[in-house]
């Protein structure tokens, strides 16, 4: 059996883990790398350069969820958090940390935009996620069905676990609803629409500040053509009772999907989607009441989903597709001050569609991202945030 440093320190994850240890070593034979990844005592071997197929279409590497691990020690565990599933298509996961561990969720059904659709939701217990489980639809009280959209699921008081989604025919047409559990999931209730006007987080996790507002990033899409975009920020400052918007000043830059970044010196920046084809930042320096004319970074955009943390050693941390176009790779990328941005990690390199991550460090330091696998499953990584290496 081969163990790295990476299999050493995985193995000190046992919250992670459940209490197994994995193995990984790289090696390059005849010109091809090669993964090993040994998990509860199986041995599996996967090509990082095997032949792509057709999208969709899972090669046996794919369908185990084996990944290459030459990426380095950072990669603690990466798996899905279901294997098979009564929804044909999944997309736009959410994570988070509760006190009763992690909950993920995401839209599932038909395809997106079907009626079929509903919010799907899965606990990470004793280091396995349960079975996904149904946690809210779009039925209407005359007995028609709209599709879920975009969950977010965010702690909005002490044991009070918050989710945000939409319900509607389409995005320029859906409205915002919101429903709650105190047992980390488990049970839901309350499932009621946000007051009018107010569509709660779009895709992307609130953020709390120090004196208890929240800030829920949000965005607006129109059905007209040209198809104008526009971001804002819902702000409460009792827990979600009442909300406040806050837009920035007209940029001509259709961007929508922020998420938001809270800096040493106080202030935040929100970056996110655009049709531009790079990720665009909007900066606030008095708590979220107002913000900048949005700007375009340098990162490149393809029109996808991004999200973003800030690290609890003042690092920002962005989950993305490092391309102008198409849903691959998936990358990671590193800054100190928010404008300077490093690539750390690939998370997806093979074609196919990788996609609308969500990010969050938990209590232990650990980053987790879920994200969007092939439109067929949610992908789950952790990574050590201590052991990211950045290069230009």
Not at 78 to 103: D, K, M, N, Q, R
Not at 148 to 153: E, M
Not at 227 to 232: K, L, R
Not at 344 to 367: H, N, R
């Amino acid at each position: 059996m081969i163990r790295t440093r990476a299999a050493a320190l995985a193995s000190k994850r046992t919250g992670l883990l459940g209490g197994e240890e994995n193995y990984g070593a790289s090696m390059n034979i005849d010109g091809r790398q090669i993964s090993i990844i040994c998990n509860f005592g199986l041995v599996m071997i996967a090509s990082a350069f095997a032949a792509a197929g057709s999208p969709g279409v899972l090669s046996r590497q794919q369908a185990a969820g084996v990944q290459p691990i030459s990426r380095g020690a950072e990669i603690v565990v990466s798996e899905f958090v279901f294997e098979t599933a009564p929804f044909a298509s999944a997309h736009a996961s959410t994570i988070v940390e509760t006190s009763e561990g992690l909950a993920a969720a995401w839209f599932g059904g038909t395809r997106e935009g079907a009626a079929d659709v509903g919010v799907w939701l899965s606990r990470r217990v004793s280091g396995k996620w349960t079975v996904p489980a149904e946690v809210a639809n779009g039925l209407q009280p005359d007995g028609s069905r709209y599709p879920c959209w975009n969950p977010v699921l965010f702690e909005i008081a002490p044991g009070v676990l918050t989710l945000f989604y939409k319900v509607g025919p389409s995005p320029d047409r859906w409205w915002g609803m919101v429903q709650t559990s105190t047992d980390g999931g488990r049970v839901w209730r309350g499932a009621r629409p946000l007051p009018d006007g107010i569509l709660g987080p779009v895709k992307n996790k609130p953020v709390r500040l120090r004196d208890g507002t929240i800030i829920a990033a949000s965005s607006t899409e129109s059905g007209e053509r040209p198809n104008p975009w526009g971001v804002h920020f819902e702000l409460s400052r009792d827990n979600g009772v009442t909300w406040t918007i806050a837009y920035p000043p007209a940029s001509g830059i259709n961007a929508i999907q922020p998420s938001i970044l809270m800096h040493a010196d106080g202030r935040l920046q929100a970056v996110g989607r655009t049709q531009s084809g790079r990720v665009f930042e909007t900066w606030s320096d008095d708590s979220g009441k107002s913000w900048t004319p949005l700007s375009l970074t340098a990162l490149p955009n393809p029109n996808s989903g991004i999200d973003a943390v800030t690290l609890r050693d003042g690092r920002q941390l962005i989950v993305y597709n490092h391309t102008a176009q198409g849903r691959s790779p998936l990358n990671i990328s590193i800054s100190d001050d928010g404008q300077i941005w490093k690539s750390a990690v690939v998370l997806e390199s093979v074609p196919g569609e990788y996609s609308y991550p969500a990010v969050i460090q938990t209590a232990d330091t650990l980053v987790h991202v879920t994200y969007t696998w092939q439109r067929q499953r949610i992908k789950h990584v952790v990574l050590d945030p201590a052991l990211l290496k950045t290069s230009p």
